[in-house]
């Protein structure tokens, strides 16, 4: 809470034309607003603060922020889920920061229990940033849901180059009408799972036949991950010539290649674009650590508000723990990586609309 001489700038409007207006009955002095004619009290203001800051940035739990604040669990949650409430989508805060994101977005959801039922959250990553443009709670990933998001992203101004997913044929079906002119990449590690997953559990093995089955995964993972469109190339004719695959009634999987050999081979021609999704599981992964210890939500409301206010954290938070070719982004958070001086920011304070 920001102030002047003897003036305090009030949370609502953000005005300094403010007056001291007596005392709560705990004795903490409470101002009046003269802009927006508001009342507030800085102390319980703080109090709410800290322990978003405790919930979000320490990963401690409701139990543990009450006691360390002097107030009940359901006190702190109450407190926290009001700055939810108020706290602004990913789009909102996307629209007003403006990050210069690479282009490449891999779209995923995440399933989470809101009361009886179970629901998803949509969302977008930046492959290079690994920060998140847009995200929605939707009730299922039909779609409709998906065509939601999509056209949410618009409102965005990502700079689309390209777009990679899990493979959800309601995902690539509304991507391809939202977005018919954008590269598709089809995730080469989930096609590679269907086919190991046909392979082993609905596949009839002719007999003498067993070798071939783990031949053909061998050959299409090296076709999946070819180093070039050529040896790519390569590999799925030398899969098509095989007569041991035929012999074997391996046809129709390398039909269901030859159906999704563009898509699967998109990443070549397009310099930058990754050809997993994986990067879009590691932020589900990591957002998860927090939603999973919540062991549900109450209702679409307050998921809702405690998700905008996790994911805001996720996109303030620098990495720690980044490896290999990506060790150069600990230190960092997905904003700074987008090019936005976070040192300006107080993630708590930004996270806030302002109140009319």
Known sequence: MEHAKHRCRCPFCHGLETQRYGRTSGGHIRWYCKQCARTFTPYYQQLNTNGTSLYFDSEASYRAVG?????????????????????????????????????YLLVDGDSLVVGSHRESLLLGVDAESQDIPHAILAENEDGENWMQFLLGLKHVDYPLKGIISDGDPAVQETIKVVFPDVPYQYCARHFEKELY??????????????????????????FLYAPNFESAQHCFRSMVRDRGFKEAGLGELIDKIRANFKDLTRHHFCPGMPRTSNIAEGVISRLDSKINQADGYKNHETAWATLKMLIMRYRFKVFTDCRNGNKHKNGMSPLEIAGINVSAFNWITFSQKLKE
């Not at 700055?83 to 909102?92: A, I, Q, S, V």
């Not at 392979?199 to 090296?222: A, C, P, V």
């Open 67 to 103: 006691r360390n604040l002097g107030i009940s669990p359901k006190a702190a949650w109450r407190r926290i889920i009001t700055l939810g409430f108020n706290c602004k989508t990913p789009m909102e805060a996307s629209i007003e920061l403006k990050p210069n994101w690479s282009g």
């Open 197 to 222: 997953r046909y392979l082993k559990y609905q596949f009839t093995q002719r007999r003498g036949y067993w070798r071939e089955g783990e031949r053909f995964l061998d050959t299409s993972k090296r």
